[in-house]
């Protein structure tokens, strides 16, 4: 099998590297929503709240527009926060903190940019406690979580010197055990199946980017879907654990990785299902003006009644910003602004995997873009991202049933990351 592409002069693919963007703020991270169909809801009698990210900060705000509030946390030498995952009394958030970036001018992101010191943290919504956690028998600075599981444990990505591997480990840091294997490649884009007995996740290694799936230890491994010409991202299980969906990137054809199409299979692999043809999701979300740019790869999500929710293109679209696949890759962007050349826009778009029947989710119009689209637990809203061609993303909302999109959130660098709280 041939490897993926390579970033030149290191061992790490390009998307590999992206991987690694769960410890950036928006324009940069990748976080996206997960399905929300099943996960568990607050006890309390709290409005449905989300997170979103906007010039570093994370912001919380309820679906009714309300209650918009900054998380101000004051902890010396931090320079970014972001949201990495919710416990189910959905009081109480597992934050990321980075301290100020070591890569930069002379020293390249490759070698550097893992050498930055991360911090866990757990942080009360309604009582504003912050408790630094997993930081005993601390393996490594950078520190990346991946998912947390229903034992009081967490997935955790390690790099060290350059070489990234997930660890299971109890949420002080202590007792960590390996789930992935050093050396076998970069493993993220964690999804755990709402019964919580199996993982799945996509591992960026020699043969390229595959499916697993494994049980909460990293044992009773399946490799779920593989081939060397194929870039298969981010698994979702669905809300009765029953099907994995995934994005499949023809990357030989896309070196920027603009376009995925999107696939449903059995956690065995089995019963492979195209949902859509002719790479027809926007997978590297890019966006921005000038003087703002930003993106982040989109990742499928489940809606409540069983569809798959993507941000599906219109013919013969291109993005603003065009991949320089003729030079190299420097800053993990590498693209120019072409705005008079790009054309064509996204739109939110759900199938059934059974039927394969479209729904649009918002119309189709030129020189638009929707993204990041996800629905609350109780599937009545879906919050989304909408930018103009060459423009910057703003957060909007819109009833499932109504479809009247209302917009939340501006801001002159753009806004992303819509998050529910609740999510896992």
Sequence with gaps: MLPAPLIPGSGWTRRRFLGLALAVPAGISGISCRSTSTLPTSTSKTPDRFFFVSEGKTVMMNADGTGRRVLELSVPNQATWQPAGFFPDGQRVLLLSMEPRRDGPGKPFEEYYTQTPTHLWIYNLDTGALEEIATRDRIAVFYTPQLLLANGRLLVQVVKNRVGQVYNMNLDGS???????????????????????????????PNGYEIWTSNPEGGERVRVRAHPEHLYFGPQWSPDSEWLAYSDCLFRNDPGHDWCDVEVCRPDGREPRLLTRGQSMWFAATYGDAAHRGGGSNVVAWTRDGAVLIPQRLPDSKVAWEYQAQRPDTDHFNRDFKPDAARGGTHLTSIHPQTLAEQSLTPAIPGRWDFRGCQSADGQWTLFCRADTGGVPSLWIQDTQARVPRELATSPAGVDHPRWVGQR
């Design 175 to 205: 007792d960590a055990r390996e789930f992935t294997r050093a050396g076998e490649g970069l493993p993220y884009g964690f999804s755990l199946s709402p019964d919580g007995r199996r993982v799945a996740y996509h591992l960026a290694g």
